[in-house]
């Protein structure tokens, strides 16, 4: 009986004369495109300069994708290193195999040495690529969908991946598209990152450590799904592990940092709060104030010193001016009663007389 499916692509690779066009390879740059539009309005919005989330880009990704390659050949070093096995292919990242939990470490190195030299704090970019990074690993699983694989069990729903490739093991047939349940969890993560950062005013790495956490819960039974081979450790595979392990992680340190640092930087990135067309200004007024402070200071320190000078002679002049004018008037008016008093003294010693 035919059922609905979604079919995968016949191929993997489209060639442009002699340049191979990958779908896997696609997906990454978009998603390492989206991810730094996002965290560049992000930033901005935080209070950081347009630019500074691409710059640090430009050390964290490529430690990411060495990192997330090297966690998926350690992990899976029997399909490069046993008999039969090329090891060249460890190298033949566009064929798949981009571990995120390698890809999050060592990106997170390199995004360490780009925010160091820019005189920032790590937790805040981290902040605000959060929700443009699992948008990215939302992007990026569609990659998988390109390769056929990372698919789960057999099964029949409409929603069935429909695998026609019978490489590498694969046995064609209808499975749950794992790879699609995780793009739609990342979405959900990315949404409810963004949502949680507003509502709660999330800082100091707490918006990253959600981030993390909350995908580590979806990552769990999607893991739990698959069925590419993969190690076990007291049945169940190791990304199993490694996403029960990391979501403790992310939580204390979620915790952890409440308690230490609540609330969310006030600055983020030196000077970053104005834009760059304005910088100038800024600078100019700066020093405008600057100059002005300096000749309040300086008059002050001239008043101060001219205290315990001998005035000069157009000073004296000019002080004792109202001084004179103000001798002048008042004996003047105080002659008016003194004259009237002894005139009634006088009438009054003529009266004694008479």
């Keep these: 009986m035919d059922i609905a499916y979604i079919p ?3 191929h993997g690779v489209v060639h442009l004369g002699p340049i191979p066009l990958r779908g896997y390879a696609f997906c990454i740059i978009i998603g390492v495109f989206v991810a730094v539009w996002l965290g560049n309005k992000r930033w901005i919005a935080r209070g950081g300069r347009p630019g500074t989330v691409a710059d640090i880009a430009v050390w964290a990704v490529p430690f990411g994708l ?14 490069y290193f046993s ?3 090329d090891w060249v292919d460890a190298f033949k990242v566009w064929q798949g195999g981009l571990g995120i939990w390698g890809a999050i470490a060592l990106g997170a190195v390199g995004a360490w040495i780009g925010c160091r030299r820019r005189g920032i704090p790590l937790p805040a970019w981290a902040d605000a690529l959060a929700p443009g990074i699992v948008f990215a ?6 990659g998988n969908w390109f390769n056929q694989e990372l698919y789960g069990k057999a099964t029949d729903v409409p ?3 429909h695998i026609t490739s019978s490489t590498d093991g694969r046995v064609p047939g209808y499975y749950h598209p794992t790879f699609l349940y995780e793009s739609l969890w990342c979405i959900g993560v990315g949404f409810l990152v963004i949502w949680a950062d507003r509502r709660f005013t999330l800082g100091h790495g707490r918006a990253f450590a959600l981030y ?15 069925v590419d081979d993969a190690h076990h450790i007291l049945g169940l595979r190791l990304n199993d592990w490694t996403a029960m392990v990391v979501f403790l992680l992310a939580v204390i340190y979620i915790v952890v940092s409440a308690r230490l640092r609540p609330g969310r930087e006030e600055v983020v990135e030196p000077d970053g709060d104005t834009p760059d067309g304005d910088a100038v200004a800024l600078d100019k007024k700066t020093d405008d104030k600057a100059d002005d402070k300096a000749d309040d200071e300086a008059a002050e320190t001239t008043g101060k010193k001219s205290d315990g000078k001998k005035p000069d002679a157009k000073t004296d002049t000019e002080s004792d001016e109202p001084a004179q004018s103000t001798e002048s008037v008042e004996p003047a008016e105080s002659e008016e009663p003194e004259e009237s008093v002894e005139a009634a003294r006088g009438e009054a010693e003529s009266a004694k007389k008479v």
Excluded: F, N
């Design 66 to 79: 060495v990192g997330g390659r090297l966690y998926h050949v350690i992990t899976d070093y029997e399909l």
């Design 212 to 226: 993390v956490a909350a995908y580590c819960v979806g990552r769990g039974w999607i893991e739990y799904m698959r």
């Design 8 to 10: 995968s692509p016949s």
């Design 83 to 85: 008999d039969g096995r």
């Design 159 to 161: 929603w069935a991946l």
């Design 137 to 142: 690993q939302a992007i990026g699983r569609w």
